[in-house]
């Protein structure tokens, strides 16, 4: 089983589960070893005209040209279906199959604005990482109620790092905190609910990133410690000794944003 869950079916409706439950997952090992390096080689085998450089990273688009309106669709290649339809088989999160993947490379020094996704999306996203780790951070809008207290514990239930109920309640009360993730290779964050609407999400174009607002430092390093199937250039390496407070990315980070255009256009004059 891919995405184990203890007691409750990843169901979006069941209403009884707790809102940390229904806003982040985090599983630090979805992909196998296996997977991992025909995923990589797939990407990197892709024709050079795949890629779109951008100011600070380069992209991928698979699945068709997303339009505020819905999507352009062009079929998923089956290395890239044989990941999302895990993803949509085994989370349940989905409404409908996975139909638009963004593939993003950054170098060490790279990262990507604080932002929220397009309007077009399903509100639900899934992140595969792959190579070097990195920490994505998420910061409450503007509109919403600053958070004083910036402390939060980490709730860690079986494979899924869960924010804990301080951040819950404060999710629920409007006093949204800043949080942020380790993103270690492997690993799968998604996200939905209120840390995909009312929060923006980012990585720093800094080749250092500090843990100190983490909420899944434990077990993300523990997955990262025990795996002996990662290169050591992908370690994380400490910047301090115990407790760890940072890490420094010494190599490429690739990763995937599985998502869903839930309007999807057949014809491109039928706007
Ligand atoms: O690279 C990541 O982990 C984030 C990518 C992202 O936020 C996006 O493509 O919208
Ligand atoms: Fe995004």
Not at 38 to 49: A, D, G
Not at 65 to 75: I, N, R, S, Y
Not at 228 to 243: F, H, I, Q, Y
Request: a neutral charge; one cysteine or more.
């Amino acid at each position: 089983m891919w995405i184990v869950s203890t007691s409750s079916p990843l169901d979006p409706s069941h209403d009884n589960l707790p809102l940390f439950i229904r806003v982040l997952f985090f599983l630090p090992s979805a992909l196998s070893f296996a997977l991992r390096y025909s995923t990589e080689k797939q990407i990197y085998n892709s024709p050079i005209s795949k890629w779109t450089a951008l100011k600070n990273r380069r992209l991928q688009n698979w699945g068709g040209v997303v339009h505020e309106k819905g999507l352009l669709p062009q079929a998923l290649p089956p290395w890239l279906t044989k990941i999302t339809e895990r993803i949509y088989k085994d989370t349940g999160l989905f409404p409908s199959a996975i139909n638009h993947v963004l593939i993003n490379e950054y170098f060490p020094d790279q990262g990507i604005m604080p932002h929220q996704d397009g309007p077009a999306y399903f509100p639900v996203a899934a992140i595969l990482s792959l190579g070097c780790p990195a920490v994505m951070n998420f910061s409450p809008h503007l509109k919403l109620t600053a958070c004083n207290d910036v402390a939060r514990n980490t709730e860690i239930d079986t494979d899924f790092v869960s924010l804990k109920d301080d951040l819950n309640n404060d999710i629920s009360s409007n006093h949204h905190c800043p949080f942020s993730v380790l993103l270690t290779p492997c690993s799968l964050l998604i996200f939905k609910d209120e840390a995909y609407l009312d929060y923006l999400h980012g990585i720093e174009d800094t080749t250092v990133h500090h843990l100190d607002n983490v909420v899944n430092t434990f077990e993300a390093m523990k997955q990262h410690k025990n795996s002996c199937l990662l290169g050591s250039e992908d370690r994380v390496e400490a910047r301090s000794t115990d407790p760890i407070m940072s890490i420094q990315r010494t190599s490429t980070r690739i990763s995937l944003t599985c998502r869903l255009v839930s309007k999807v256009h057949k014809n491109l004059f039928k706007f």
